[in-house]
């Protein structure tokens, strides 16, 4: 099957400026995440989708970054304005919702490096 | 809230000897998963392997095994024969059991294996 699909891979911006990212999930898949890396610590849960709506944001910094999942498929997620301190990889997450066996695994795409000057 | 902790940030192994990765959790909770995921340097994050709390044997998969101590709320993984290959960072991350379970990770170990 295939993977996670993200778009753009690497996005370099001047800070103040807006960028979006855009995540399709593995097909069947019921919950979507988005996590924030920073250089040498690991991801961290900014919003959680099950289906189109949202299960987590409690770290989603609201004033700047947005995220939607209006069919429940895709999602985008929105910086704007930038601060140099958003320079991280943007990893988009899916896993199947339920409590089966392999329902929980969480299946990673590739990323997207933003880099914010 | 749950933590997760990994206390070594980095480690390294000879090839073809074993070495163990620490990792400790704090949760409420009483039924979770936990995982270990490798991120090689492209990034993607890849399952090593899982363990379902509820279960008492520790999970293996082919030369990756786990130490799962519920009650110490400690989860190592050992990793047999090391491979070159295997020189990545390694995050634990913990997941509740419900419908929607949130995730928590670790902030890593970076392992390399030496020739």
Redesign the interface.
Known sequence: EAGVAQSPRYKIIEKRQSVAFWCNPISGHATLYWYQQILGQGPKLLIQFQNNGVVDDSQLPKDRFSAERLKGVDSTLKIQPAKLEDSAVYLCASSRAGMTHSGNTIYFGEGSWLTVV | AQT?T?SQPEMSVQEAETVTLSCTYDTSENNY?L?W?KQPP??????VI?Q?AYKQQNATENRFSVNFQKAAKSFSLKISDSQLGDTAMY?C?F?K????????????TTLTVKP
């Open positions: 997760v990994q998963y995982f995921y492209s990034r993607q994050m890849i399952l899982r379902e995050f991350a997941m059991r419900t419908n929607a379970g949130k995730s928590t990770f670790g902030d890593g």
